[in-house]
């Protein structure tokens, strides 16, 4: 109906006599009336009734000497909020906002593809997605996280990753073990399937599980020990059957065009070629999620062979020849795999395909204990309550909830060479990381609260009596990034430079590992300190420190400053550019004498927990 017939068939005026009418947001349009404004400083704010009333009534003044005929909740909305600043009532203002994008900027995320992110494509879906991750971000930054902590976000202190995804964890590590003993029975699902009986049904529950996960998770959902854990479907199988599951898993996963924005499902796969201690004598699950009667330590030769298929398929590339992206491969070494026959044949297999194509990735894990990957740089290790949960590996679920990235070479700018107050610095950003895991964690653990009719439903499942997300498990990360330009602020050298520069780089690290050790103490939370893979992080604080701290960030940024495309050096790397310059440094020639000197004295006593300060 025509807007002017709807007003004139309203025929109704409030006591100031004005004849307006307001488009809601509920597609709707309904006469001009002051008390709703009322009703909603009340309800959204706190607001006294009385404060509230006024602010009604001078609102209502103003839109009467603007003569309008029609207006929109959104006008209201921001006069109203304009007079709670009059009024000074900020925290009433901050709570009253309204979150959305302007006109101009949708038009954009429509028609232009979005640059953020290189595993979406460009289509409805994305733009659903990024349209929806602005709305997200900023309620997070005015709902979930306190003053201090967004403020310091958006000056580029630091970098809370993931914003548009607040209401879930970043990543996560699970078993395939899970879907063996427990088929695909998922809440709010429209059908549920019984433990598989055979290898495709299998790989089949184990892909949509992980579509499913992507939809509760921000980050990368991780499989351990995929080829051991398949391995008693794949008995008395051919080379060319279990060449075949291969394919139909990487395809499956690389395909998979249905996660976040219409993306591939970012995925990982933990494999190895030795059977890992903690699985050796476990009993082995297999088909219809009965028990074989063998234990997995049986099943070393069929894992193996899964293992080398996986790879032959990442040499030849999908059907055009190009590396696939997922699921990214993980292979672990512990020490064991030196002594596992045909690890030398198995290592020249990935390393031709790390060269030629790019996928592998190589995970050393120290001593007979391997440590559970995930999401890049990722790793868990293993502890005793790990291992007590190795017997029945299908409880071996791991998350990180959230990542927040400190920017370091800002640390240093502020420093201004005082090495106090550099570790000061550094040691009160971690401070602020810790608080700003906090506050996720409190706003995830009220939305598990409401349990399977809650919207992490999936994470609030008790297959096994536990909820499939276990907060006593989950660790909080704390991302490094720019280290390499910190030690060039703070000493006007980098880290391939000289002696002196290295060992400050380890002085940092090392502090901040103290630090977090402490903070973990503090809160009882397991903080990580995480080579965070941050790239467009590593932009975002360059451009922010050129903009606000000009003169010492000039000295440092890398890349190209005239067209804009400047950067940090990633995490605790040294400048891309200087590998030669590397072999030549003697120091690294001579680790023992390196490492002895760092023990020495690391960064100033005062600074450090007085538990720890004993022990250097």
């Not at 403020?151 to 996560?172: E, K, V």
């Not at 060269?355 to 001593?367: A, I, L, S, W």
Request: net charge neutral.
């Amino acid at each position: 109906m025509n807007p002017m017939a709807v007003a004139d068939e309203i025929k109704k005026e409030d006591s100031t006599d004005l004849a307006l009418f307001v488009r809601t947001s509920g597609d709707d349009i309904i006469a001009w009336n002051r008390q709703k404004i009322v009703e909603a400083l009340i309800r959204e704010t706190g607001l006294a009734r009385e404060i509230a009333d006024q602010i009604g009534c001078e609102v209502e003044d103003e839109m009467k000497k603007m003569n309008l005929r029609f207006v929109t909740s959104p006008l209201i909305r921001e006069l109203v909020d304009v007079k709670l600043l009059e009024h000074g009532e900020e925290e009433a203002r901050r709570k009253h906002t309204r979150l959305g994008t302007p006109l101009y900027d949708v038009q954009q995320l429509i028609v232009n593809a979005n640059k953020e992110n290189a595993n979406v494509p460009h289509g409805p879906e994305a733009t659903n997605l990024t349209l929806a991750e602005n709305i997200k971000k900023e309620f997070a930054l005015l709902s979930v996280f306190a003053q201090d902590v967004a403020d310091a976000h958006m000056r580029g202190d630091l970098h809370l990753h993931d914003l548009g995804f607040i209401d879930r964890p970043y990543c996560s590590g699970q078993s395939v073990e899970y879907v063996k003993k427990f088929g695909l029975d998922l809440p709010n699902a429209l059908s549920i399937a019984k433990p598989a009986k055979h290898a495709e049904v299998l790989l089949a529950q184990m892909v949509k599980f992980s579509a499913a996960l992507q939809g509760v998770f921000a980050g990368a959902i991780g499989w351990d020990a995929v080829n051991l854990f398949f391995a008693p479907f794949l008995e008395g199988m051919s080379d060319a059957e279990i060449k075949q599951i291969a394919q139909m898993m990487i395809y499956e996963y690389s395909q998979q065009a249905v996660a976040r924005g219409g993306q591939a499902i970012f995925s990982d796969i933990n494999i190895y070629w030795e059977i890992p201690k903690h699985f050796e004598n476990v009993p082995a699950i297999g088909k219809g999620g009965q028990y074989t009667g063998k234990v997995y330590g049986d099943y070393l030769k069929d894992a193996q062979r899964f293992a080398w298929a996986l790879f032959d398929v990442y040499m030849e590339g999908d059907g055009s020849g190009r590396p696939f992206f997922f699921p990214k491969p993980l292979v672990h070494m512990t020490e064991k795999f030196f002594k596992t026959e045909g690890h030398q044949e198995f290592l020249l297999h990935i390393s031709k395909v790390a060269t030629e194509m790019g996928n592998t990735y190589f995970v050393f894990d120290r001593g007979e204990t391997a440590k559970i990957s995930e999401c890049c740089r990722l790793s868990f290790k293993l502890e005793q309550s790990d291992l007590d949960d190795a017997k029945e590996p299908w409880r071996m679920r791991y998350s990180a909830l959230q990542n927040v990235t400190i920017n370091l070479p800002r640390t240093a700018f502020k420093a201004e060479g005082s090495d106090e107050k550099l570790f000061v610095l550094i040691g009160e950003m971690l401070e602020l990381a810790a608080t700003a895991h906090v506050q996720k964690k409190n706003f995830i653990e009220a939305l598990l609260a409401k349990g399977t009719s809650g919207p992490l439903s999936m994470l609030a499942m008790k297959r096994d009596g536990q909820p499939y997300l276990r907060m006593f498990r989950v660790s909080y990360l704390m991302g490094i990034l720019g280290l390499n330009e910190l030690v060039q602020a703070h000493i006007g050298k980098e880290m391939h430079e000289s002696d002196a520069a290295l060992k400050l780089g380890l002085k940092v690290n090392s502090f901040m590992k103290i630090k977090c050790d402490e903070l973990s103490r503090k809160h009882g939370i397991h903080f990580v300190l995480e080579q965070t893979p941050a790239e467009s992080t590593a932009y975002r604080f360059a451009k922010l420190d050129i903009a606000h701290y000009p003169e010492q960030a000039k000295r440092v940024v890398k890349g190209n400053f005239a067209t804009g495309e400047i950067y940090y050096t990633n995490s605790t790397y040294f400048n891309e550019k200087a590998s030669r310059a590397l072999q030549a440094l003697p120091i690294l020639s001579s680790r023992p004498s390196v490492k002895h000197k760092t023990r020495k004295l690391l960064f100033p006593r005062n600074l450090l927990p007085a538990t720890t300060a004993g022990r250097l």
